[in-house]
């Protein structure tokens, strides 16, 4: 019935409201005059919050944050105003301090939480109009983790594994170019220059265009789709052909694909574009040049790809494998 239920008891709806942005809710009236808990929030939401969010959406939007940033913001200041009295404005050292340790003692990553951080800064600043200075910020550590790599093998599995042509074009694009999933279901038909063997991303991470490599295999895969489904615009169309099929509809299809292949490795579909990265390096190909087809701004962030190839790990002989165990 593409609906959810949930207990209509108070900690239930305490969850709700903490959880999603209070604008995305429509009360029934009736509902609004059993719970306390809903009258409450929604009038103090019409009263202050739902103006203050519409003033960062708008700030953000001024300075051409990405849809994606601008969502990630009004989510991590709507949580943090849920945790404040109704006066938003009160918003003080160390209450952020507060808010981010209960975050990271609820396991939320380093990263979550930096977000959240630059989110409050930017609110305090650009909204509440307050000094930089005013209110303090700790940032947690960064934490320097492995990425998850798929083999060679384990590759062609799952590309073997699809069996809707369409869905194998999308993972071959992703893989064969180093993609983003954002960057491949918004690929359109003339984005693709077979006589170059270039493919162009049109506003990619950061809002560049950038030139990648346009795989001949997974042309050939594409030419197949396109010739029994035959695309106008958007290459991966959704059900509606004029909106691209939806990022959540591939991160299905590969999560379905490692799941029937085996594969129990942590990854993703995003893995596709870092075993990308790994296996070009592994292959020889210059730093730099990864660094061009990945679209990234810094160096150093290619670079991590260095801790998880094993091309000079596997030259390295265990002090273990030099000893005479045998006698």
């Not at 306390?36 to 009038?43: C, D, M, T, V």
């Not at 990271?104 to 977000?115: E, R, T, Y």
Request: with cysteine; aromatic share 6%; net charge positive.
């Amino acid at each position: 019935m593409k609906l959810w239920i949930i207990p209509f008891i108070e900690p239930a709806i305490q969850q709700l409201l903490l959880m999603f942005p209070r604008e995305r809710f429509r009360i029934e009236p009736a509902l609004q005059s059993e719970c306390r808990s809903f009258k409450e929030n929604i009038s103090s939401s019409k009263k202050d919050n739902g103006l203050q969010c519409a003033v960062l959406v708008k700030q953000l939007s001024l300075r051409c944050y990405s849809r994606k940033t601008i969502k990630a913001y009004c989510s991590q200041v709507q949580r943090l105003l849920h945790t404040l009295p109704d006066d938003a404005s009160r918003i003080s050292s160390k209450a952020v301090q507060e808010y981010c340790y209960a975050l990271l003692a609820h396991g939320i990553s380093h990263s979550s939480v930096n977000q959240t951080i630059s989110a409050i800064r930017f609110y305090a600043t650009y909204v509440l109009n307050k000094p930089v200075t005013e209110i303090q910020y700790i940032r947690p550590k960064k934490q320097h983790t492995l990425t998850n790599v798929l083999s060679e093998n384990e590759v062609i599995k799952l590309l073997k594994g699809v069996t809707n042509i369409k869905h194998q074009a999308v993972l071959f694009l992703t893989y064969s170019s180093g993609l983003r999933v954002g960057e491949v279901v918004r690929l359109r038909t003339d984005d693709l220059d077979e006589a170059r063997q270039v493919l162009r991303i049109r506003q990619g991470k950061g809002r560049t265009d950038r030139n990648t490599l346009l795989s001949p295999t997974a042309m050939k895969m594409v030419q197949s789709y396109t010739a029994q489904h035959q695309p106008q615009g958007w290459l991966f169309p959704g059900q509606d052909s004029r909106r691209h099929v939806t990022e959540r509809t591939i991160q299905k299809v590969f999560e379905e694909a490692r799941r029937r292949e085996g594969i129990v490795k942590k990854v993703s579909i995003h893995s596709l574009r870092h075993s990308f990265a790994t296996h070009l390096l592994e292959g020889g190909t210059d730093l730099r040049y990864i660094e061009e087809l990945l679209g990234h701004q810094s160096a150093r962030t290619t670079q991590r790809y260095t801790h998880v190839s094993t091309k000079n790990i596997q030259r390295i002989q265990s002090p273990l494998d030099r000893m005479n165990l045998d006698e």
